[in-house]
Nanobody, 126 residues
Framework: QVQLVESGGGLVQAGGSLKLSCAAS????????MGWFRQAPGKEREFVAA??????????YYQDSVKGRFTISRDNAKNTVYLQMNSLKPEDAAVYYC?????????????????WGQGTQVTVSS
């Protein structure tokens, strides 16, 4: 069982930055693929970024619309995954969810992930 707690959301002006954190419980954190998803009002939950770690190599995956602006990282010693969001746009506003799942399966697919956090709100003013 893994419990995930997100933090770091808030209100920011367009062009600004926020850094989200997701603290995970459990002793096998490093074996999980960690992902960030977001859901805006009236829209489906969508993939933002994911990170996996295997054999000392870190793999990252991004939705095209956030490439070059968002960076996902993880600290296995702290059981924490981060999402650094720069150059934020109004369309980035959403509830952001952290997720943990098997290392197998498409990283962009919500069904790959078994555990979800409660979400943190990101609001971007224009």
């Amino acid at each position: 069982q893994v419990q995930l707690v997100e933090s770091g959301g808030g209100l920011v002006q367009a062009g600004g930055s926020l850094k989200l954190s997701c603290a995970a419980s459990g002793r096998t954190f490093s074996s999980y693929t960690m992902g960030w998803f977001r859901q805006a009002p009236g829209k489906e939950r969508e993939f933002v970024a994911a990170i996996s770690w295997s054999g000392g190599i870190t793999y990252t995956y991004y939705q095209d619309s956030v490439k070059g602006r968002f960076t996902i990282s993880r600290d296995n010693a702290k059981n924490t995954v981060y999402l650094q969001m720069n150059s934020l746009k109004p369309e980035d506003a959403a509830v952001y969810y952290c997720a943990a799942g098997s290392s197998y399966g498409p990283k962009y697919r919500a069904s790959t992930y078994n555990y979800w956090g409660q979400g943190t709100q990101v609001t971007v003013s224009s």
